[in-house]
């Protein structure tokens, strides 16, 4: 039952209003812009966003968003996090929704540092609401900062944001695919897309990628991307080109949006003989190449002899359609 804190005409709305945001705002503005509507319903006055691993010393985070909180609240947490038991209890159980005082929770002399922390960042009253992976040990999950010692946090409240909250993550997962979408080049077939934290866990892949990926790697990991993928990929490397899947990653926010296609003709071109097709594709004659390349037009004419051989193309026309592919 939807709580007298939000009647259900106003729920409704409130979530019609969440997911045009997931559709129209940028992937940097979505948090924000969704925190803020929350705080209309359910107010506080910071919060903390992310996805972590649970482990026996605190929760292992792999993505965060602070919203009106720091850095520097972010470091001392981390040292502190092994006496958070409230973290320990909302990343063990499957959406799972707490509302509590932090003096009354965090009340064990061992405690003593992790509630002075909370006093220096505005952490009196807190809400944490999760969803639990027991299969991974993987927690999305949102907390929400009170700084008045004498705001509790009601049921209503609680209940709300039990309500509210799986459609806040759901949220989340669609404006990061709008995203990736807005990324892409026009869908071709045998494409695949996918969204990854950079520890490799995949939080979105549409069929053609899982296809893709089991195919190049079928031992990997589940839900992961690759090992040699990852290394790769946090290398510095934009793209790697397995025996039969090209697999490339843009980082942005913190995430990785990665592109999977089947290996194509304009894979076989060296990088000399791939820029001496792209300056055809763009209209540049064989002596232009040349001078552009600081090469003799003889040079060209044979790379271009060897473009034109490895794509199985006669003219430019199939020539640009090769290098469309591997777009």
């Not at 990061?176 to 990854?196: E, F, K, V, W, Y």
């Not at 060897?306 to 777009?327: D, F, N, P, T, W």
Request: contains cysteine.
């Amino acid at each position: 039952m939807t709580p007298p804190l939000c009647a259900p005409a106003g729920f409704s709305d409130l979530l019609l209003r969440l997911y045009r945001l997931s559709h129209e705002r940028p992937l940097d503005q979505f948090q924000d812009a969704t925190l803020a509507l929350v705080r209309s319903v359910l107010p506080f006055d910071s919060s903390m966003w992310g996805t972590a691993t649970s482990t026996p010393h605190g929760i292992d985070i792999h993505t965060i968003h602070l919203h009106r909180q720091s850095e520097e609240m972010l470091a001392g947490y981390e040292r502190l996090k092994h006496l958070d038991t409230a973290a320990q209890q909302a990343g063990a159980r499957p959406r799972h929704t707490l509302g509590f005082n932090a003096n009354h929770w965090f009340d064990q002399p061992a405690q003593a540092e992790l509630r002075e922390h909370g006093r220096r960042h505005g952490q009196a009253n807190f809400f944490i609401t999760s969803d639990f992976d027991a299969a991974t040990d993987f927690v999305h999950w949102i907390t929400l900062f009170r700084e008045d010692e004498d705001a509790h946090c009601r049921p209503a409240e609680r209940e709300l944001l039990s309500l509210l909250a799986p459609h806040v993550m759901q949220a989340l997962t669609l404006n990061r695919i709008a995203h990736l979408d807005r990324l892409q080049s026009p869908a071709r077939a045998g494409r695949g897309t996918a969204i990854c934290d950079l520890r490799g866990v995949i939080y979105h892949a549409d069929e053609a990628f899982d296809e893709l990926r089991r195919r190049e790697w079928p031992h990997g990991p589940a839900g992961r991307l690759p090992a040699p993928v990852l290394e790769h990929f946090l290398r510095g490397h934009a793209a790697l080109a397995g025996g039969d899947v090209v697999i490339s990653q843009r980082i942005d926010h913190g995430l990785m949006f990665v592109t999977a296609r089947p290996r194509c003709r304009a894979d076989r071109l060296t990088p000399r003989e791939r820029t001496v097709a792209t300056l055809m594709a763009r209209g540049d004659t064989y002596k232009e190449i040349a001078r552009v390349l600081q090469r003799s037009p003889a040079t060209v004419r044979n790379q271009i002899r060897s473009v034109y051989g490895k794509l199985g193309v006669a003219h430019v026309a199939g020539l640009i359609e090769a290098l469309r592919e591997a777009q």
